[in-house]
C-alpha cells in the first residue's frame, strides 16, 4: 500500500515539522491566495441559501482546520499511519479494538461496502421507506432486490414487517431516519437484532447520532460485541462540519471488518480527511457547541411553523420534515427560484419538504422565501 513506510511517531513528527514551517512561512500558503480568492466572481456556493444536503453551517472545528494546515507536508505521503492512528482512537472512542473500524471515503462508502459485499441476486436489500436512498441504488446495482417497507405512523422503521422478509442479505436502518429525522428506538431495535438470523447483516447507519437527544433513542454500537451481524456506519460529515472533506467509518466485529475491507480500495480515504477527523476527535466544543446552535436554530424554526400552523415531523437531527399540505415538487423549484435551496422529493412523503437546519440568518431567509411562494 504505502511504498515509502513511515512510522506513526514519525507521522506525529512530520506534523509537526509542517506546522513550524506554517509558523515561519504563513505567507508562502495563506496570503498569497487570499487576495485571488477575493477577486474571483462571487461563487454561486456564497448567493445561494443550500439547505438542501443536512450539511452542517458552522464547519469543521478550529482544531481540524489547524491539522489540515500542518498535514501539508505529509500529502505526499500514503495515508496508512494517519489512518491508523484514526483508527486506534476511534477504537478507544467506542470501546473496540482497531481491527473493529473500518475508515471510508465518507460513510457513504461504508454504505456502498456494506451493499457489495452482502447484497446480490439471492440476497436481498431491505430498508425503511422512505430513507437515505444510497445503499438502495448500490444494491439495485449490484443485483439485488430491494424491499422497500413503509415507516410506522410515527415514522419509525416497522422492524416486525422488516424482519419478515425472506432471503434478506442486509437490513438497513437509518437511525435517526434521512429524511424524516425520526428515530427507531433503542428497546425496539435491541429486540430486533437479537432476533434477526446472523446470516442476515443490519446495517444501523447512525450519520445524525451526535443530534438525537430523545431518551428512548441511543447508538447501537455497544451491542457490537454480541453480534457477528450488526455493523454502524458513522461519519465526519454532520456534527464534525467535514462534508466535503470525506471520512466516515464502521464498527463491527472483526470479521465483518475484514469482508467489508477486501471490497474496499486501497488507501481510498486521503490524508488531510484523517488529519481533520483525528484532531476533531480532540476538541471537546466541536460536539456540544454543534448540537446547541442546532437545536436552538431547530427551535426557532419550528416555532416559526407553528405560528403558520404547519406541521412537521419531530426532528432528532439537524434536518425538519414539514408537511406543506400540497405537492412539493412546484415549492421546491419555487424557492429555488429565489435562491433557496431545499430537500428532493421523497416520493414516499410527496407533500413534505426536507429542511436542513443552517444558520439563523439563513433560516430567516428561508421564512420570508416560504411566505413569498405560499402567498
Ligand atoms: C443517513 C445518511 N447516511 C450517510 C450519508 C453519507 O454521508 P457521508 O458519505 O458524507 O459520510 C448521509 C448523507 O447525507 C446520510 O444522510
Same mark, same amino acid.
Given at each position: 500500500?504505502?511504498?515509502?513506510?513511515?512510522s506513526?511517531?514519525? =507521522? $506525529?513528527?512530520? @506534523? +509537526?515539522a509542517?506546522? /513550524?514551517? %506554517?509558523?515561519?512561512?504563513p505567507?508562502?500558503?495563506?496570503?498569497?491566495?487570499?487576495?485571488?480568492?477575493?477577486?474571483?466572481?462571487?461563487s454561486?456556493?456564497?448567493?445561494?441559501?443550500?439547505?438542501?444536503?443536512?450539511?452542517?453551517?458552522?464547519?469543521?472545528?478550529?482544531?481540524?482546520?489547524?491539522?489540515?494546515?500542518?498535514?501539508?507536508?505529509?500529502?505526499?505521503?500514503?495515508?496508512?499511519?494517519a489512518?491508523?492512528?484514526?483508527?486506534?482512537?476511534?477504537?478507544?472512542?467506542?470501546?473496540?479494538?482497531?481491527?473493529?473500524?473500518?475508515?471510508?471515503?465518507?460513510?457513504?462508502?461504508?454504505?456502498?461496502?456494506?451493499?457489495?459485499?452482502?447484497?446480490?441476486?439471492?440476497?436481498?436489500?431491505?430498508?425503511?421507506?422512505?430513507?437515505?436512498?444510497?445503499?438502495?441504488?448500490?444494491?439495485?446495482?449490484?443485483?439485488?432486490?430491494?424491499?422497500?417497507?413503509?415507516?410506522?405512523?410515527? =415514522? $419509525?422503521?416497522? @422492524? +416486525?414487517?422488516?424482519? /419478515?422478509? %425472506?432471503?434478506?442479505?442486509?437490513?438497513?436502518?437509518?437511525?435517526?431516519?434521512?429524511?424524516?429525522?425520526?428515530?427507531?428506538?433503542?428497546?425496539?431495535?435491541?429486540?430486533?437484532?437479537?432476533?434477526?438470523?446472523?446470516?442476515?447483516?443490519?446495517?444501523?447507519?447512525?450519520?445524525?447520532?451526535?443530534?438525537?437527544?430523545?431518551?428512548?433513542?441511543?447508538?447501537?454500537?455497544?451491542?457490537?460485541?454480541?453480534?457477528?451481524?450488526?455493523?454502524?456506519?458513522?461519519t465526519?460529515?454532520?456534527?464534525?462540519?467535514?462534508?466535503?472533506?470525506?471520512?466516515?467509518?464502521?464498527?463491527?466485529?472483526?470479521?465483518?471488518?475484514?469482508?467489508?475491507?477486501?471490497?474496499?480500495?486501497?488507501?481510498?480515504?486521503?490524508?488531510?480527511?484523517?488529519?481533520?477527523?483525528?484532531?476533531?476527535?480532540?476538541?471537546?466544543?466541536?460536539?456540544?457547541?454543534?448540537?446547541?446552535?442546532?437545536?436552538?436554530?431547530?427551535?426557532?424554526?419550528?416555532?416559526?411553523?407553528?405560528?403558520?400552523?404547519?406541521?412537521?415531523?419531530?426532528?432528532?437531527?439537524?434536518?425538519?420534515?414539514?408537511?406543506?399540505?400540497?405537492?412539493?415538487?412546484?415549492?421546491?423549484?419555487?424557492?429555488?427560484?429565489?435562491n433557496?435551496?431545499?430537500?428532493?422529493?421523497?416520493?414516499?412523503?410527496?407533500?413534505?419538504?426536507?429542511?436542513?437546519?443552517?444558520?439563523?440568518?439563513?433560516?430567516?431567509?428561508?421564512l420570508?422565501?416560504?411566505?413569498?411562494?405560499?402567498?
Amino acid at each position: 500500500m504505502n511504498s515509502i513506510s513511515i512510522s506513526r511517531r514519525k =507521522f $506525529a513528527q512530520l @506534523l +509537526s515539522a509542517g506546522a /513550524a514551517c %506554517a509558523v515561519v512561512k504563513p505567507a508562502l500558503s495563506l496570503a498569497k491566495s487570499a487576495p485571488e480568492v477575493k477577486s474571483q466572481p462571487a461563487s454561486p456556493l456564497t448567493r445561494i441559501v443550500r439547505l438542501s444536503s443536512n450539511e452542517n453551517p458552522y464547519g469543521p472545528s478550529p482544531h481540524a482546520l489547524k491539522a489540515m494546515t500542518d498535514s501539508f507536508n505529509v500529502a505526499c505521503r500514503y495515508p496508512d499511519e494517519a489512518a491508523a492512528l484514526l483508527s486506534e482512537k476511534l477504537a478507544t472512542l467506542n470501546s473496540v479494538n482497531a481491527n473493529q473500524i473500518l475508515l471510508g471515503d465518507g460513510s457513504g462508502e461504508i454504505l456502498k461496502l456494506c451493499a457489495d459485499t452482502f447484497t446480490g441476486a439471492q440476497r436481498k436489500l431491505v430498508a425503511g421507506d422512505p430513507t437515505f436512498e444510497a445503499i438502495l441504488q448500490h444494491a439495485t446495482v449490484n443485483g439485488a432486490e430491494v424491499v422497500k417497507v413503509p415507516l410506522t405512523d410515527h =415514522f $419509525a422503521h416497522d @422492524l +416486525s414487517k422488516m424482519g /419478515a422478509v %425472506a432471503n434478506a442479505g442486509l437490513v438497513y436502518i437509518c437511525n435517526p431516519n434521512n429524511p424524516t429525522a425520526s428515530f427507531t428506538p433503542k428497546n425496539e431495535l435491541t429486540d430486533f437484532i437479537s432476533k434477526t438470523s446472523p446470516q442476515t447483516i443490519i446495517l444501523v447507519d447512525e450519520a445524525y447520532f451526535h443530534y438525537a437527544d430523545n431518551p428512548d433513542y441511543d447508538s447501537v454500537i455497544p451491542l457490537v460485541k454480541d453480534y457477528p451481524n450488526l455493523i454502524v456506519a458513522r461519519t465526519f460529515s454532520k456534527i464534525y462540519g467535514m462534508a466535503g472533506l470525506r471520512c466516515g467509518y464502521a464498527v463491527a466485529q472483526s470479521q465483518a471488518i475484514a469482508q467489508l475491507r477486501s471490497h474496499q480500495s486501497w488507501d481510498s480515504v486521503n490524508i488531510m480527511a484523517v488529519a481533520a477527523a483525528t484532531a476533531s476527535l480532540s476538541d471537546p466544543d466541536q460536539v456540544t457547541n454543534g448540537r446547541r446552535l442546532n437545536q436552538e436554530t431547530r427551535t426557532f424554526v419550528t416555532t416559526q411553523l407553528d405560528a403558520m400552523d404547519y406541521k412537521y415531523i419531530p426532528s432528532q437531527a439537524n434536518f425538519v420534515m414539514i408537511d406543506v399540505k400540497r405537492p412539493v415538487l412546484p415549492l421546491i423549484k419555487a424557492l429555488k427560484e429565489r435562491n433557496v435551496e431545499v430537500g428532493r422529493l421523497f416520493p414516499a412523503l410527496p407533500t413534505h419538504m426536507r429542511l436542513t437546519i443552517g444558520k439563523k440568518a439563513e433560516m430567516e431567509a428561508f421564512l420570508s422565501a416560504f411566505h413569498q411562494v405560499l402567498a
